[in-house]
């Protein structure tokens, strides 16, 4: 991988905790509560650089070497590095419609690595590197999908749910040509995704299942006896687990659930059901149960697992797990709805794009909303 690779491995290998954020610490037993339970109390930083599902390259194998997992950082360390150098500064301006990128940020192109902490290596478990989040099923895939869940989003697709169907943004009024009284994307503000909207993060951040995510990968614990607080850094979601109680009503939905918890052991288990018809997890519906468990594998390290049911969308339950190592940092407010002003762009560009299209001059469109 040539010599500056070489470089890195040397430099990461003798960090070493750097590599293995989830080894367990020499010496001594792990933090417990006055009741003897395991004190989970604490921050954790959750960034991985282990993807969700296997790659291909792995095939069956579920576990890394700790030669790979050190190029895998490695190569990671070199890619941050070349993107970080200085821009030209005597370049021209992008191109007209936008860089061609696809993603949350459209064709105009997105964060640069300066707002990027996905992680600086893998995880491990009990000694081990995994190649994926994902352990079952044993392929580190997602189980197939139910043919309902199929067909309901062939028609979403097809634009058969009587919105006008979402494109590439090119710049135009694309959703005008459907006629004047269709429905569009920008019609409304409470049409556009909830990460948008500062409601819910772009990720299954607080889901559950808690997921990590490019930046802001903090999570805090506050432990108590008959309640537990789960504060998310990204946009600021604060989780309640009500610990040893019934769930409330089937009728009281929430988009991140309703979480009653138990102690099974030394093991926090944690069940979400309630949820709305778009939960976090926008992957799942309402019909989902989610499983939690929360376990110290050292006084430095905790194992979160988590198994997700939903028979509306998932021909079987998956289960996934990753190590969340304890941090000194601190959890800051993410204040997204007070800086949030690219929601309003967002809003007063369609209007300027729909006077365009009806010809006519954009002069006053000050108010982003109709």
Not at 15 to 36: E, F, K, Q
Not at 108 to 126: C, L
Not at 133 to 138: A, F, G, V
Not at 335 to 348: F, K, P, Q, S, V
Request: proline share 8%.
């Amino acid at each position: 991988m040539g010599s500056r690779v070489t470089t890195c491995l040397a430099v990461l290998a003798g960090v070493g905790l750097a590599l293995a954020p989830g080894a367990a610490a020499p010496g001594g037993d792990i933090p417990r509560t006055p009741s003897g339970r395991p004190d989970l109390s604490g921050t954790y930083d959750v960034s991985t650089l282990t993807p969700m599902q296997r790659p291909s390259e792995f095939g069956e194998e579920k576990f890394l070497t700790d030669e790979r997992a050190a190029e895998i950082a490695a190569e990671e360390l070199q890619r941050n590095i070349g993107r970080q150098q200085d821009s030209d500064p005597n370049r021209g301006a992008p191109p007209e419609g936008g860089d061609g990128s696809t993603g949350a940020s459209g064709n105009v192109g997105g964060y640069n690595t300066f707002w990027i902490d996905r992680g600086s290596g893998g995880f491990q478990i009990d000694g081990e590197w995994r190649t994926s989040i994902l352990i079952d099923p044993p392929d580190g895939q997602f189980p197939p999908r139910t043919e309902e869940r199929i067909a309901a989003q062939r028609a979403r697709s097809a634009g058969r749910t009587g919105q006008v169907r979402r494109v590439q943004n090119d710049g135009t009024a694309y959703w005008m040509e459907a006629g004047l009284d269709a429905p569009g994307p920008y019609d409304d503000m409470e049409q556009r995704p909830f990460a948008e909207r500062c409601l819910l993060s772009f990720s299954s951040t607080a889901g559950p299942p808690m997921m990590p995510a490019l930046y802001n990968n903090h999570k805090r614990i506050v432990q108590g006896e008959d309640t537990v607080v789960i504060l998310v850094e990204m946009v600021h979601d604060a989780r309640i687990v009500r610990m040893n109680a019934e769930h409330d009503p089937p009728e009281i939905q929430k988009w991140l659930g309703d979480s009653i918890g138990w102690w099974e052991g030394d093991t926090l288990v944690v069940e979400t059901t309630n949820f709305r018809d778009r939960p976090a997890y926008a992957q799942g519906s309402k019909h989902m149960t989610v499983t939690e468990r929360f376990r110290m594998q050292s006084a430095d390290s905790l194992v979160y697992t988590f198994t997700v049911e939903d028979p509306t969308v998932w021909t079987t339950p998956f289960t996934g797990e990753y190590a969340w190592p304890r941090s000194d940092n601190r959890v800051f407010e993410y204040a997204c709805h007070e800086a949030n002003y690219a929601l309003e762009g967002i809003m007063r560009g369609a209007r300027l794009l729909e006077a365009d299209f009806r010809g006519e001059e954009p002069a006053g469109i000050a108010n982003p909303t109709r």
